[in-house]
C-alpha cells in the first residue's frame, strides 16, 4: 500500500514538473498581411509561476516567410509578469494565400516545448470575373420583357463570400420587373453562380446597345472588403418594317409613264443605304432601273422615280428593295404592287392626256377655207383683167 502511494507521488510531480509553467498567445500586424509586406510577429510570454531566468526563445519559419531579425530571444520573468517577443518578417512576393504554420520553441530547466501558430496571408486581390453574360431573347423590343443572366466565376484559390450584385438602371429605359440587386452568399474557387435580373424595357426605348453599369461587392474569408463595377450590354431591337405605295396612278397603255414610289419606314430606327431597284414584269423599263434613296428616319418616307410602258391595263409592278438597318444588318425585299393602266380615251377623260381639239381644228379650217377663197377669187379677177386688156 506505501509503495503504491509513493509510485502514484512520483507520477504527479513528474506531470508537475513537465507542466509548460509559462502561456504564450500570438498576433499579427498587420493582419491579415498580403503578400511582399513587412510583418510584425508579436508572442505574448506570460509566466504563471516560479521567477524564471535566461529563457531562450528560438522562431521556427519556412518559406514564405522571411525573417529580418534574429531568430533566437532571451528572456527573463519573474512570477505573473508577461513580456513581448517581436520578430521583424518579411512575406515572400509569390505567396499564397492562406495559413502559415511558425513554431515558437523554448527550454525552461532543461525541458524543452514548442508552439504552433498560424501566420494568416490574404490575396492582394480577390478576382470575381463576369465569366459570361446572356440575356433571353438575345434582344428586346421596347415594351416587351427581358432576362438579364450573369455568371459570376471565383478566380481566385480561397473562398469569396457577402456577393452582392446591383445593376444601376438610372438614366437607362428599362425598369426592373422585380430587384437590380442579388446575394449570394459564398462562392468557393473555381465555383460559378448566376445572377439573374428581369428586366421591361420601356417603350420610349430607342433602338440600339444599351451599356448597363453593374456595381460588385464581395469580401474574402479574412473579413477584407472588395468591389468593382463593370458593364453588360442590352440590346434594344426592332426588325425594319419597309412598305411600299404607288405615289400617283398615272399609267397610259401603250405610252412610257411617270411611276412614283413612296417606300415607308414603319419601324422604330431609322435605315441606311436604301436602293429600289424596278424588275422586269409587264412593261418596259425606259431610262434607269434602280434609285438610290440613302437614309430614312423612323415615321418619315422616301421617294423613287422610274419611267416604264406598260403592256396591259392590270400592270404587276415589282420593286426590289436594299437597306441596313441600325446594326449595319443588310435586308433585302422584293415588293409587288398591282396597279392599273390606262387607255388613251380613259386618260383624255380623267385629263391625263388633253382631249383632241376639234373646236380649235374647225376654226383653222374655216381661216383656210376663207384665205382660199379670197386667193382664188383675187386670181380670178387678175385673169379677167389681162383677156380684157
Known amino acids: 500500500m506505501l509503495l503504491a502511494v509513493f509510485a502514484f ?10 507542466a509548460n509553467p509559462l502561456d504564450v498567445t500570438f498576433s499579427q500586424n498587420p493582419f491579415p498581411v498580403h503578400a511582399g509586406d513587412q510583418i510584425t510577429l508579436n508572442f505574448y510570454v506570460s509566466n504563471a509561476g516560479t521567477n524564471l531566468s535566461d529563457i531562450k526563445f528560438i522562431l521556427d519559419v519556412d518559406d514564405p516567410i522571411d525573417l529580418r531579425s534574429g531568430a533566437e530571444k532571451t528572456v527573463s520573468l519573474q512570477a505573473g509578469e508577461t513580456k513581448t517577443l517581436a520578430y521583424s518578417a518579411y512575406i515572400q512576393d509569390d505567396a499564397k494565400d492562406g495559413n502559415e504554420e511558425i513554431t515558437l520553441k ?65 438614366n437607362l429605359p428599362f425598369a426592373p420587373e422585380s430587384v437590380t440587386e442579388q446575394e449570394i452568399s459564398s462562392l468557393g474557387n473555381e465555383k460559378t453562380q448566376e445572377a439573374q435580373f428581369n428586366l421591361i424595357a420601356l ?34 431591337y426592332e426588325k425594319p418594317i419597309i412598305d411600299m405605295v404607288l405615289d400617283k396612278d398615272s399609267l397610259i397603255m401603250g405610252m412610257p409613264s411617270k411611276l412614283d414610289l413612296k417606300i415607308l419606314n414603319k ?18 423599263i425606259q431610262g434607269a432601273d434602280s434609285d438610290y434613296i440613302g437614309t430614312i428616319e423612323s415615321d418619315d418616307y422616301g421617294s423613287a422615280e422610274f419611267t416604264i410602258t406598260p403592256k396591259q ?24 404592287l398591282n396597279a392599273q393602266a390606262y387607255t388613251a380615251q380613259e386618260a383624255q377623260r380623267l385629263g391625263l392626256l388633253p382631249s383632241f381639239p376639234w373646236l380649235a381644228v374647225l376654226i383653222v379650217l374655216v381661216i383656210i377655207a376663207v384665205i382660199v377663197f379670197f386667193i382664188v377669187r383675187r386670181n380670178r379677177k387678175k385673169r379677167k383683167l389681162l383677156q380684157q386688156g
Open 106 to 170: 523554448y527550454s525552461i530547466n532543461g525541458t524543452s516545448y514548442s508552439d504552433d501558430f498560424d501566420v494568416q496571408i490574404a490575396p492582394n486581390q480577390i478576382y470575381l470575373e463576369i465569366a459570361d453574360v446572356k440575356t433571353n431573347p438575345t434582344s428586346v423590343a421596347p415594351g416587351e420583357k427581358i432576362t438579364l443572366i450573369m455568371t459570376l466565376k471565383n478566380a481566385a484559390e480561397s473562398e469569396i463570400r457577402d456577393i452582392i450584385v446591383r445593376l444601376d438602371l438610372s
Open 313 to 336: 391595263k392590270d400592270t404587276l409592278i415589282q420593286v426590289s428593295i436594299e437597306y441596313r438597318d441600325s446594326n449595319n444588318k443588310k435586308y433585302s425585299e422584293i415588293k409587288t
Open 203 to 236: 417603350s420610349s426605348a430607342e433602338i440600339m446597345v444599351y451599356k448597363v453599369p453593374v456595381q460588385i461587392s464581395y469580401g474574402d474569408e479574412f473579413g477584407q472588403q472588395y468591389s468593382r463595377e463593370d458593364f453588360v450590354s442590352i440590346e434594344v
Open 9 to 18: 507521488t512520483i507520477i504527479i510531480a513528474i506531470g508537475f514538473v513537465s
Open 267 to 284: 419601324g422604330l430606327a431609322k435605315v441606311s443605304f436604301v436602293e429600289v431597284k424596278i424588275l422586269q414584269s409587264n412593261y418596259e
